[in-house]
């Protein structure tokens, strides 16, 4: 597991968590806490944020999201995005999602488990 800012990375968020996570889903929220009570960070992609508020998210919760302690947003190179969203049908915020989840040996927290447990990678699939 990789670290950011000193801590282990505990998650990534994609954008279907940060979707749930400003609805006020339970799930999102549990899992959060649980990652930040071990000491752990969450890692959220700008692709994802980005993703969440075109969806019609309310952009409060997930911009209060940015400002807690042990949630660091991530900037990915663009081609190294595209090349991971090839596996997920051309989707940027899953790719950059999937490209989080291997630099920083996470699991992803998503409403897509399967698809990105098909190409190896750990996922968390929102409840």
């Not at 992803?108 to 409840?127: C, F, H, I, N, S």
Request: hydrophobic share 50%.
């Amino acid at each position: 597991m990789s670290n950011i800012n000193g801590l282990p990375v505990g998650v990534v968020l994609d954008h279907s968590a940060l979707v749930a996570y400003s609805m006020p889903m339970l799930s999102p929220g549990e899992v959060i806490r649980e990652v930040w009570n071990d000491g752990h960070a969450v890692v959220i992609p700008d692709l994802c944020i980005a993703a969440a508020i075109a969806a019609g998210s309310d952009e409060f919760p997930i911009l209060a999201l940015l400002w807690e302690p042990g949630v660091q947003h991530v900037k990915h190179d663009f081609r190294e995005v595209g090349r991971s969203a090839r596996d997920f049908d051309g989707s940027l915020p899953m790719g950059a999602a999937a490209l989080a989840a291997r630099l920083y040996d996470a699991p992803v927290l998503t409403e897509y488990a399967d698809l990105y447990r098909k190409v190896g990678l750990m996922a968390v699939p929102l409840d």
